[in-house]
Every structure is written in structure tokens, then in C-alpha cells.
């Protein structure tokens, strides 16, 4: 656990900004969203357990806080390795090397559209998935508007678990990792700077590679992902998923509805088999379009396929045995 704490040059930053943040739902996730894309405001009621009124990422039915206590330690770095200019926006290391665009929102959906300097405008569009009502898909589309040819193209996300009912004590899991082309480092850290060009370090599992249910201990994920070039006014385009459900099975079934090619699985200390006990859920940190196989198949198989069981497909997943890999790159309009 760290205690939140902002320098008065991130004070200055974000108080120069429209405030247009929002919590967000679908009637089963809430996420709460701030202007640059990053996740934990104020503003919700407050949680079952711990009566936190921050939201980062909550599931409704049982009303389960996950990411805000503590640190509000969930953000995204965005860089160019060509010339090691960097943006980042982290409500506990504040924003530094981007400019607000924009922001809106309805009762569900939000979009964020910011620019570092004159290089990169990233937009981060949130809205309930399509496909299972367990998730929310963000959208991310970074649009390259130098002028000029980028060779090395970064991206991080950072996420810190802190889930009730069993706070700071979480169960977390990797899968995907071994079989995503474009992760170039991760780890169960979600106290790392979301600055892509920052120092890294391990808390408890090994970093890159994926593991099942390491703890109990307050940690979380930090993926680094290297997308390589993107030529001047093109845009390239992959998604997040945050979620939960009541059990590890409803988890992995809401993943393989999307297509995840890799995840992260946050889980009370004392429910390692996700089954819902002691009114613990399982919550959910996924991508998909960022080079991977699909670690978790459709649950609704075609007529004549016979399933695999979820933790079969987690440790194939861990060996790297699933099929083709997925890259999304489009032209920007």
C-alpha cells in the first residue's frame, strides 16, 4: 500500500485542466474515469467493506471496490524510443507530457483525447463490451501527427489490485504473456511509473511470464508493450477490457467472449479457486489487438467442439501452445 501523495507541479498541471471526469456503468461494471484516461476518482458511494468513495473499477452486484484504496496507483505512458519523449497520466504520479484534448461522457461510455507535444494524439474511448456484460472495452487508438515516421512506438498500462472484501491481500494472474509479440516487459508491480521508459521491478512473481494465483500480498500489473513503427498520419489501435465477476469461471468465460490474447485475474488471498466465497469476486485487467494469441476460446463452441476446461486453457496459455498471433494497425482517416 502507498499513500497518495501529489507534487505541487502535478497539482499545477491538473488544476489547469477542466475537471470533466466520470463514473461510468453498465448496471454490472462501474469504472471511474478521469480527463487524461486513467482510472480512480472521487465521487461514488461508498464501497460494502472499506466505505471508499474513490472509484477505479467496482462490480456492481456485489458492490466490490478493486483498484482505488490505498494508492490511486492505475495509469498509461505513452513514448517514442526514437527520441525518448514520453507522456503519462497516473493519479498517484500525477501527468506529465500531455495536454488535454478533450473529454466526454454519458452514463456509460467516456472518451479521452490527449496529445503529447506535436508527436502523438492518443484517444482512450470507453464503453460497455459488446459481447458480455461483465466488461468494459476501451478503445485505444494512437495517431501519429509529426509529420514523420516513428520506428519505436511504446505503450504501458499500470494497475494496482486492492480489492475488497480482503484489501491489500490479493491473488493476482498472468496469462498471455509468453505468446504477446509487442509485450516487451511486464510484471506484478502496479506501483511502477506508467512513464514506458521507467525502471522496473518485480514485487513477487517473476517478471515476464506468466503465473497463477501468486500471493497473497498487495500488487498488481505493469505491461510494456513496443508496437514498432507507425508512419506519419497512420494510427494504430488496440483495446483494453476491465471487468469482474462472481467467480474465476465467469471471469475466464467474459475473456474468452472477447478474444483476450493476454490478462491479468485479481482475486481475494483466502478464494484461490475464484469461487466466490466470503463474498469475494474476480476482477479483470485483459488486451487484445497488441500481437497475442487468444489465450481463452469462445465459451459458446461451435456445434461438434468439445470445450477445454478454464484451467486448461491457463496453462497452455503459460507454455505458449494457442494459435496464431493478431496484429490491428489502421490508417487514420
Not at 502507498?2 to 475537471?19: D, G, K, M, N, Q
Not at 468494459?136 to 494496482?160: A, C, H, K, M, Q
Not at 483494453?240 to 478474444?259: K, N
Request: aromatic share 10%.
Amino acid at each position: 500500500m502507498r499513500v497518495l501523495t501529489l507534487s505541487l507541479a502535478a497539482l499545477a498541471l491538473t488544476s489547469s485542466a477542466a475537471f470533466a471526469a466520470s463514473i461510468i456503468d453498465n448496471g454490472v461494471i462501474q469504472l471511474g474515469v478521469d480527463d487524461f484516461g486513467q482510472l480512480n476518482i472521487d465521487g461514488g458511494v461508498p464501497s460494502p467493506v472499506d466505505g471508499t468513495t474513490e472509484v477505479g473499477l467496482r462490480f456492481l452486484p456485489s458492490g466490490n471496490e478493486a483498484t482505488s484504496h490505498g494508492c490511486l496507483c492505475e495509469g498509461w505512458g505513452v513514448g517514442i524510443a526514437d527520441t525518448m519523449e514520453f507522456g503519462f497520466a497516473n493519479n498517484d504520479d500525477g501527468v506529465s507530457g500531455l495536454s488535454l484534448v478533450s473529454f466526454g461522457s454519458t452514463a456509460s461510455t467516456a472518451t479521452s483525447v490527449v496529445e503529447m507535444g506535436t508527436s502523438l494524439r492518443v484517444t482512450h474511448s470507453f464503453g460497455p463490451a459488446a459481447e458480455t456484460p461483465n466488461l468494459y472495452r476501451v478503445n485505444v487508438s494512437i495517431e501519429n501527427i509529426s509529420g514523420v515516421d516513428i520506428n519505436d512506438l511504446r505503450y504501458t498500462r499500470t494497475f494496482d489490485w486492492d480489492i475488497e472484501p480482503e484489501t491489500f491481500s490479493e491473488l493476482v494472474t498472468h496469462a498471455g504473456v509468453e505468446t504477446t509479440t509487442a509485450l516487451l516487459y511486464s510484471n506484478d508491480n502496479g506501483f511502477n511509473n506508467s512513464n514506458p521508459f521507467a525502471v522496473r521491478n518485480a514485487l513477487l512473481a517473476p517478471a515476464n511470464s506468466s503465473f497463477e494465483d501468486s500471493g497473497p500480498r498487495d500488487h498488481g500489473s505493469n505491461f510494456d508493450f513496443g508496437f514498432g513503427g507507425l508512419m506519419a498520419d497512420d494510427t494504430y489501435e488496440f483495446d483494453i477490457f476491465y471487468g469482474a465477476a462472481g467467480t474465476e469461471a465467469g471471469a475466464l468465460a467474459a475473456l474468452g467472449e472477447v478474444g483476450a490474447e493476454l490478462y491479468s485475474l485479481g482475486q481475494c488471498g483466502s478464494d484461490p479457486e475464484g469461487l466466490g466465497l466470503n463474498g469475494c469476486n474476480t476482477f479483470i485487467f485483459g488486451f487484445s489487438g497488441v500481437g497475442g494469441a487468444i489465450v481463452i476460446p469462445d465459451p459458446t463452441p461451435t456445434p461438434g467442439e468439445v470445450p477445454i476446461p478454464a484451467a486448461g486453457w491457463l496453462f497452455l496459455s503459460a507454455i505458449g501452445g494457442l494459435g496464431a498471433l493478431r496484429f490491428r494497425k489502421s490508417k487514420a482517416a
